[in-house]
């Protein structure tokens, strides 16, 4: 081999060399990064939960208070605010009661049915955005009163 052919020979084993320990560097930066990306990611989960654990416990006792007062008054007779406090059979009742009552209707029946679980919502609307939050909160989601 000549000396040049040598030196292009050393040049490159150079050249190659230097790139290994640049990829090698470039992969440690990118184990790094993804590992600092990795651990934002978790924090932000952590928080994102523990946002949505306080959002979703009985510490919202209002808004829990005023969706279920409102949906009560507008969707009373489907049973939408008894399934929201956690009254399965409830609502069911009304849910039922408002089905027969409009499968009924052509008989004429169902028109005297009709009015029952829109009153009922109604009323319970309006009883449940009347009393406190603690109030609420005692009586329908604690003490689990299932009727007015």
């Given at each position: 081999m000549s000396d040049e052919n040598k030196n292009?020979?050393?040049?490159?084993?150079?050249?190659?060399d230097n790139a290994k320990e640049?990829?090698?560097?470039?992969?440690?930066?990118?184990k790094e990064s993804a590992k600092e990306f990795?651990?934002?990611a978790?924090?932000?989960a952590d928080e994102f939960t523990a946002g949505a654990k306080e959002a979703f416990s009985g510490a919202g006792g209002e808004n829990k208070k005023v969706l279920v007062g409102i949906l009560a008054i507008i969707l009373g007779s489907l049973g939408v605010h008894k399934?929201?406090?956690g009254y399965q059979k409830e609502g069911f009742i009304l849910l039922g009661v408002t089905?027969?009552?409009y499968a009924t209707s052509c008989l004429g029946i169902g028109l005297l049915l009709v009015w029952i679980p829109y009153v009922i919502g109604l009323i319970e609307g309006i009883i449940y955005l009347t009393?406190?939050?603690e109030e609420f909160y005692n009586t329908y989601q604690v003490g689990k009163?299932?009727?007015f």
């Open positions: 292009f020979g050393d040049k490159a084993e150079d050249a190659f640049s990829a090698k560097e470039f992969s440690e930066d990118a990795s651990e934002n978790k924090k932000t399934f929201l406090l089905i027969l009552a009393k406190s939050d009163k299932p009727w």
